[in-house]
Every structure is written in C-alpha cells, then in structure tokens.
C-alpha cells in the first residue's frame, strides 16, 4: 500500500467528535493522538456508493479544468489535499500560503485558466490575503479556497475561528460558502467563471471541516460541464474607424501595451498592428515581449519623453493608473487625446476622458485595428519630427545606460551586473524580477523578446512574490516541455520575504536560477567596516541601526548548499558570468547566484519622481 493510500485510509477511521493530531508518522502507523491544538477533525466513516465534501471539492475543480493546486496542507484540508491528488490534480505544496497565492495567481496569468491556492483556516487564509489583493488588482485569475471553522462551533470561540468570507469579500470579485453538499459543483463553477470572465480577478470559496467530512450519497451530485472559454466581444466598427481617424490626423501618436495584451494572448494582432502601422509603442512593464524589445518601434528608452509629449495615445490592456501617472500633466500632454481598448467598460474615463472607448476582448479588438490600418493603406511616416525627436532620446539614453554597463569597477553598479545577467541567460528565459532599483533598472536592461517572459511587483506594487512566481512559472515551462529557463532576480530585500521557498523548487525538481542582488539593504545599506561602526556604541540596536541596513555580506547562495544543490558567491562579473553559465547547465536542481553589489548604487538620473501625484 502507498502513502496516499494509508493516508486516506487513517484519514478515513471514525474518531467522532475527538482530535487528531496529523503527521506523516501518525500516518503511516495510523495512529490517532490527541491535541487541541491541531483543532477539531470529526471525520466520518463513508459507505459505498457516497462522497464526502472533499471529494466533491476535488472532482468540481477536475471537472472544470483545474490542473495545479498550491498551498501548505494542515488542518481542516489534510484529507482534500489527498484527494486532489487522487483525481489527477497536481498539489504543490509551498512554505507559505503567500508564495502558494502567488504561485497558483501567476499560473493562472501564464496558462489563462485559473490555478487554485489551498490554505488551512484562520491564519492560514490570511497569511494568503495579500497574493488574493495582488491577483485581483492585476486582474488575474485566481482561486483562494480556505478550511474554516465548523460551523456548529462558530461563534463559540472555536479553533482559528474567523470570518474569512467577509474578508475575502474586499479583494474578490466573489467570495462565499457553499451551504450545502450539493451546492459545492456549482460554487466551484461559480468561482471559475467570475475569475476568468470579463476581467480576470480573484475569487474565494470557504470549506467548513464539517463540510469537508459530510458525506451524501453520489447519485445526489450534479456536476455541470466544463464552462466554455470566455466569449469574444467586438468592437463596434464606427469606433474602429473613429480610432483610426484620430491617428491619421495625430502629429505624436503613441502605443502602450500593458499586461491585459499579454494576458489576452494578443501579441500576433499587436505585432501586426505595429508593422502596418509603423507607430512607436511603449510597453508596460509586463507588456514587453509581446512585440520585442529589440523591434525598431520601441521607443522603452525615451519613456518619459514620448509619455509627456504624445497628443494620440492608444492604450491596449493597459489602465491610467499610478503607473501610467493617472495620464495627467506633467507627466502627459495636458491635451492628450486616449483610445483605449479595454474588457471593463467602467475602465474609460477612470482619470481623464476617453476619447474613443474600445471595449471588448483585447485580441478580437486588435485584429480589428490591425485590419483597419491594413485595408486603408496607412502608415506613420518615418520622416515626421516626432520620429526624429523620439531616436534622438532614445540614442542618448540607451549611451548613458551604455557607460554604465561598461563600467566593471568594483564593487559593482546595478547596470553591469544587470547587463551581464542579460548576456549570459536563454534569450527565451522566462524573467522573474523584484525589488526596487533591481526591478526599476531590471526592466529597461533586461529585454524580453517574447510575451509572457516578464513577471514582477505588477499593479499593486508586491514585495516578497519571487519564488511564487519562479515556482508556477517552472511548473509552466516544465510542462510546457521545451526546456525555457526561469531566471530570478531579486533584491536581497526581496530574496527575504520567501527566501525558503528555494526548498520548495528543490523538492520538485525546478531549475530556477535565483540571481540576487546584494546591496545590504532595503535600497541601499552599508559596507561591513561603516555596519561595525554604527553599532559600535553602547546603545540599543534598534537606535543604532540604520532601518534600511540589513547584514552586511550575508552569503544567501548557502541556502542552495543546505538543500543540496549549488550556490555562487560573486564579486566581479567573470564570477557571475562563469556561475549563469554553469546555472544554465543543471536541469532538475535550482541555484542561488549571491552578487554583491555597490552600497552607493543608484539609478541614472530620472527627470521625473517614481511616481507622480494628481491635481487636487
């Protein structure tokens, strides 16, 4: 007998109302010990013929296309943990219900069907809140699915009792408890349908243990098909011709591609568009790739200027949010004019008025464009001033950026170890990259080539969601079977936040190549001689020590060591060059590359603040 066998069979003895202490020991000998702390388990003996609500909880998200589920298994989803396994659903167990939101979120962007994150009830749900506030502001799909208290016990003060459907309710676009048995296909459905439909988002179904452990007879369980995928909605054509009026008659149009184009799968459209049309585009950050990096039309390095001087501005899947500065002055032309294509109608107007509003599916919408620009014959000419203007910036820029990549001194700048990282990895990789200047400046050095490639802070801005996305992100190119490398760059702030999750890409077998860049701090600490100093007084630390410092020189690439694999201390960038060489070699363990960085370094010089603020 194999341990999922035993599992469900000790899982599956009648203990009545007692507790159960659950480990893998226990387990294997089928032994029940008692503990309060491991909360309430009354688990119920089935008869043949009957489900429990685990189960049927597993076989709904089967039946509705669900193929990965991440979570930390405990108390009261032990069992359905099991089982999901049991129908074929591939569990993936994480460190910490954040990284398993992240993960299951981030699957969900990669592959457009929503993965699930399973959590324990109490604090475990909550521990997910922040990956289900994160997916739901990026518009991606997800489903949180949280064990709660049983239901006779609430309200009594019962074990990590909380009211997790009401705080689900303010990062979700549906949150509820399926009331009975029968009920639970349809919930699920439910949940899968309002996570991928219209605008992609989070959704969170509650499972009471005595819900999970209900048993009823199967003939009494209806499980409705496979929701088809989401319908394809056009644009009215008089709103096409309108939108390609308005750039025909534009001195300094501009293309933004945002994330919704790569979630849409729109790169073919787009990249067409582009091509007949020859107008500059500027991707988001999560944007790049759907037409390269390197396509002659990007105009990435002139950000700012084609931003404040644009009079025509297509947005595709992008939002006038704080990452577009609202679209307000200074940051854009205080006459701009929007075409904005969008799933969400509410989306127009949002900051500034819409002038043409295309609203519908991003992919249906731009073959409209592209269409359009095809049969009428036009394109932007290559001689407007506007062109001039743009490869002007941009050449001045990409020179800056230029010299200090080149610049090899030591301890090194974010640009060479960036621009080295970029050099010696798949040109196909898919990027992970957070942090602050190793996310900021990681966007315009490390170019993508193809959709999909980029993962980072996003929309909401995230912290701490590396290793979740480097684990789906694994997982994707591992089925995806055409040995694409994951590469993970992060700050060693950020590297922090999840940091173990390194034994959760060990565990099955993930290739990820973490590369962190080590500043000794949150944007920036000291050097090992200034660090003593400061804490040589006799005063407390916690006056002393800087809030941005962490440990000097802390040699992260151990933790590789500890689970078996390798990690590379770098200094220079023939260390770093000769440790993504030999990371890009191994096929089944992940690495750590620890890069030591200046103290002191910083991006170039922006004209403009990170962010900007709005007219009151």
């Known amino acids: 007998m194999n341990l999922t066998n035993r599992l469900l069979l000790s899982s599956n003895n009648h203990v009545g109302a007692q507790f159960q202490r659950v480990s893998w020991r226990k387990f294997h000998t089928a032994t029940v010990a008692l503990s309060p702390r491991d909360g309430p388990v009354p688990m119920t003996s089935r008869k043949e013929g009957e489900l429990d609500g685990a189960t049927i909880l597993a076989k709904s998200l089967k039946s509705q296309g669900v193929e990965y589920v991440f979570g930390v298994m405990g108390i009261p989803v032990v069992e359905a943990s099991i089982i999901l396994q049991r129908v074929g659903i591939k569990y993936i167990g994480t460190r910490n219900e954040q990284a398993a939101c992240y993960a299951a979120q981030a699957h969900g962007y990669l592959t457009g069907t929503p993965a699930v994150c399973m959590t324990v009830s109490g604090p475990g749900m909550l521990h997910a809140m922040g990956g289900l506030a994160n997916a739901q502001v990026n518009c991606w799909p997800l489903i949180l699915i949280g064990g709660s208290t049983e239901r006779p016990q609430e309200q009594l003060g019962a074990f990590q009792e909380t009211l997790q459907v009401e705080a689900a309710r303010l990062f979700t676009k549906f949150s509820a408890r399926p009331p009975t048995l029968q009920r639970i296909p349809a919930y699920v459905a439910k949940a899968v349908r309002f996570s991928s439909y219209g605008r992609p988002g989070a959704t969170y179904l509650d499972f009471p243990g005595d819900l999970l452990n209900e048993t009823i007879q199967e003939t009494q369980i209806e499980f409705p098909p496979k929701l088809p995928p989401p319908p394809q909605c056009l644009a009215p054509e008089?709103?096409?011709?309108?939108?390609?009026?308005?750039?025909?008659?534009?001195?300094?149009?501009?293309?933004?591609?945002?994330?919704?184009?790569?979630?849409?799968?729109?790169?073919?459209?787009?990249?067409?568009?582009?091509?007949?049309?020859?107008?500059?585009?500027?991707?988001?950050?999560?944007?790049?790739?759907?037409?390269?990096?390197?396509?002659?039309?990007c105009v990435s390095p002139?950000?700012?200027?084609?931003?404040?001087?644009?009079?025509?501005?297509?947005?595709?899947?992008?939002?006038?949010?704080?990452?577009?500065?609202?679209?307000?002055?200074?940051?854009?032309?205080?006459?701009?004019?929007?075409?904005?294509?969008d799933i969400e109608p509410e989306e127009f107007h949002n900051s500034i008025p819409t002038e043409v509003n295309l609203s519908g599916d991003i992919n249906s919408i731009t073959g409209q464009l592209f269409k359009a620009v095809s049969d009428s014959r036009w394109s932007f000419p290559r001689n407007k001033k506007w062109w001039e203007e743009i490869q002007k910036k941009v050449e001045s820029n990409k020179k800056t950026v230029a010299a200090m990549s080149n610049d090899s001194s030591l301890p090194l700048n974010y640009y060479a170890a960036l621009s080295c990282i970029r050099k010696n990895i798949p040109e196909n990789s898919i990027i992970v990259n957070e942090g602050a200047n190793t996310m900021d400046i990681g966007r315009n050095v490390l170019l993508n080539n193809h959709p999909r490639c980029r993962l980072d802070a996003g929309t909401y801005g995230t912290m701490g969601l590396g290793l979740g996305?480097?684990?789906?992100?694994?997982?994707?190119?591992?089925?995806?079977?055409?040995?694409?490398?994951?590469?993970?760059?992060?700050?060693?702030?950020?590297?922090?936040?999840?940091?173990?999750?390194?034994?959760?890409?060990?565990?099955?077998?993930?290739?990820?190549?973490?590369?962190?860049?080590?500043?000794?701090?949150?944007?920036?600490?000291?050097?090992?001689?200034?660090?003593?100093?400061?804490?040589?007084?006799?005063?407390?630390?916690?006056?002393?020590?800087?809030?941005?410092?962490?440990?000097?020189?802390?040699?992260?690439?151990?933790?590789?060591?500890?689970?078996?694999?390798?990690?590379?201390?770098?200094?220079?960038?023939?260390?770093?060059?000769?440790?993504?060489?030999?990371?890009?070699?191994?096929?089944?363990?992940?690495?750590?590359?620890?890069?030591?960085?200046?103290?002191?370094?910083?991006?170039?010089?922006?004209?403009?603040?990170?962010?900007?603020?709005?007219?009151?």
Request: proline share 5%; glycine share 8%; with cysteine.
């Open 238 to 297: 008089a709103e096409i011709n309108r939108a390609l009026e308005l750039l025909r008659t534009a001195e300094r149009p501009l293309v933004v591609v945002g994330k919704g184009a790569a979630y849409g799968r729109a790169e073919k459209h787009i990249q067409d568009f582009i091509r007949s049309s020859d107008l500059p585009f500027l991707p988001s950050a999560m944007g790049k790739g759907l037409v390269p990096d390197e396509h002659p039309n």
């Open 302 to 341: 002139a950000r700012s200027l084609v931003l404040q001087k644009a009079d025509v501005v297509v947005l595709l899947g992008a939002r006038l949010n704080w990452m577009l500065h609202f679209g307000q002055p200074p940051r854009f032309n205080p006459n701009v004019k929007i075409i904005q294509v």
């Open 469 to 616: 996305f480097s684990t789906a992100a694994a997982l994707y190119c591992q089925d995806e079977g055409q040995g694409r490398r994951v590469v993970c760059v992060q700050g060693d702030s950020a590297f922090g936040f999840g940091g173990m999750e390194i034994e959760t890409l060990f565990r099955y077998k993930l290739p990820v190549t973490t590369v962190i860049i080590n500043n000794n701090g949150i944007y920036g600490g000291v050097d090992s001689t200034e660090w003593n100093n400061l804490r040589s007084e006799k005063e407390h630390l916690g006056i002393l020590t800087p809030t941005s410092c962490l440990t000097p020189q802390v040699r992260y690439e151990k933790i590789a060591e500890v689970c078996g694999g390798k990690g590379y201390y770098c200094e220079n960038l023939e260390q770093l060059k000769a440790a993504l060489e030999e990371s890009n070699k191994e096929t089944e363990k992940p690495t750590i590359i620890n890069v030591m960085i200046s103290t002191n370094a910083e991006r170039k010089k922006q004209e403009f603040s990170w962010s900007s603020g709005i007219k009151n």
